[in-house]
């Protein structure tokens, strides 16, 4: 497939991994700036399908161009599924894995189950969204590990290791953005053919 899409991001690691993955599949990957777009909408949305479709749609009106936006976050069981939407904004990037494992602290092992969520909206040249998600079930450890990645890799636990010791190869297999961005390319398939 030869196609041609914007990232509504302001997360180079989110833009980094997407490339990775779609690249492979022939689809270009163009960030924001590359654009010419300029965008950070207030993400005052309930869930993370609406905020995926708040900053897909502000870079899609500046733009015109087919767009994409992931919405992510970490799912906690024992914290009523904080941070959640809330991820990005649960605490300073650097100091997010130490304020989630103080707020674990005496959480037992079998209640420490987690998932990342990754939705995204794409909007095609009509102006429609449309939504694709993946989820990645891991568990919180009981300290940070690992210096790959970004955000709450390095207590995010899924066969053994963190997502943090993870190549970003190994991550892309197993993580929630690689399955949403696998549906979203099956979803640009129907669209534009092979
Ligand atoms: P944009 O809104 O500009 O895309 P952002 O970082 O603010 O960038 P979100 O609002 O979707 O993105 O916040 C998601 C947060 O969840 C992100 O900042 C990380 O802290 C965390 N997160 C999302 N995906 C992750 C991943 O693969 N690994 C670790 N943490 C992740």
Do not use: W
Not at 9 to 32: C, D, F, H, M, Y
Not at 106 to 115: H, I, N
């Amino acid at each position: 497939m030869k196609l041609k899409l914007v990232m509504a991001t302001n997360n180079a690691n989110k833009l980094r991994e997407a490339r990775e993955l779609l690249s492979p599949l022939g689809i270009e990957v163009l960030s924001q700036r590359e654009a010419g777009a300029d965008c950070d909408p207030e993400e005052n949305g309930a869930t993370f399908e609406e905020n995926a479709q708040i900053k897909a749609r502000a870079v899609f009106d500046a733009v015109g161009l087919p767009v994409i936006a992931d919405d992510s976050g970490l799912c906690v069981d024992a914290l009523d599924g904080a941070p959640g939407v809330y991820s990005a904004r649960y605490a300073p990037e650097g100091e997010r894995c130490a304020k989630l494992l103080s707020n674990m602290e005496g959480v037992s092992d079998e209640k420490r189950t987690a998932r990342f969520v990754c939705a995204v909206c794409f909007i095609g040249e009509d102006g429609k969204a449309e939504f694709v998600r993946g989820e990645c079930e891991g568990v919180i450890g009981h300290e940070e590990r690992g210096t790959n990645g970004f955000g709450y890799d390095p207590v995010f636990v899924y066969g053994g290791r963190t997502l943090a010791e993870m190549s970003s190869d190994e991550k892309n297999k197993i993580s929630h953005r690689g399955a949403a961005m696998r549906s979203l390319y099956r979803l640009l398939k129907e669209r534009y053919g092979e």
